[in-house]
């Protein structure tokens, strides 16, 4: 179950060594994404969640927002 | 695992850096001067002229005390009754835009809105600094 957390958080969290996981499609991806994110749209990331991440380091996901 | 809702509208909103092929493009995050002189509602109209004229300014953004924008204050506001609160000599509630819009993009609606200058704030309010027309179209060149 993920947790909710705020930008504050985010930047904290990045601090901390966090994967960043921006799941929008690859084009969006490409225009803009936070420092560092990688890119795993939502409908790869079952197929390659499990090798693409560290189970040891805490793991952020976003989108665009809430919509 | 966290789930950062708000997502990267809400970052862009901040004016956070963002990697990818639009932030080699200058946004209002980058243009925006922050030393833009502010006032609060209730400061005497005449002092905040002469101390934003001393700072070599013709804009003044009136400020909450948590420096949400409340107003605007231009030229011709600035030279008004100078006993009157900022808050009887502001232009209320004035359009803002976010730190995410391009530069390019502004260039447009300052055409369109025979803008000079526009405060650029965070998606809650909160002043990042004025962007002035000069600076835009120099962005643009």
Redesign the interface.
Same mark, same amino acid.
């Given at each position: 179950? /993920? !947790?909710?957390? *705020? !930008?504050a958080?985010? !930047?904290r969290?990045m601090e901390q060594g /966090?994967q960043v996981i921006?799941v929008?499609p690859a084009r969006e991806?490409?225009?803009?994404?936070?420092?560092?994110?990688v890119n795993l749209p939502l409908r790869k990331i079952e197929a390659d969640a499990l090798g693409a991440l560290d189970p040891d380091r805490?793991?952020?996901?976003?989108? /665009?927002?809430?919509a | 695992?966290? *789930?950062?809702?708000?997502?990267?509208?809400?970052?862009?909103g /901040?004016g956070?850096?963002?990697?990818?092929?639009?932030?080699r493009h200058p946004r209002l995050a980058d243009l925006a001067r922050a030393d833009v002189p502010t006032c609060s509602l209730d400061e005497r109209l005449g002092d905040v002229s002469d101390r934003v004229r001393a700072a070599g300014w013709d804009a003044c953004v009136v400020v909450s005390r948590d420096r949400v924008v409340l107003g605007l204050l231009r030229a011709r506001e600035l030279g008004a009754d100078p006993d009157l609160p900022a808050e009887r000599a502001m232009r209320p509630g004035p359009s803002t835009y976010r730190p995410s819009v391009s530069a390019a993009r502004m260039r447009e609606i300052m055409a369109d809105r025979h803008l000079d200058s526009s405060p650029v704030t965070t998606s809650d309010g909160k002043l990042v600094g004025l962007v002035r027309k000069q600076d835009v179209d120099l962005a643009g060149s």
């Open positions: 179950m /993920a !947790r909710e957390v *705020d !930008r958080g985010v !930047r969290l /966090a921006d929008l991806y490409g225009e803009d994404h936070l420092p560092g994110a805490p793991i952020v996901v976003y989108c /665009a927002d809430y | 695992m966290y *789930d950062y809702r708000a997502g990267i509208r809400d970052w862009m /901040a956070l850096p963002t990697e990818g092929s639009n932030a």
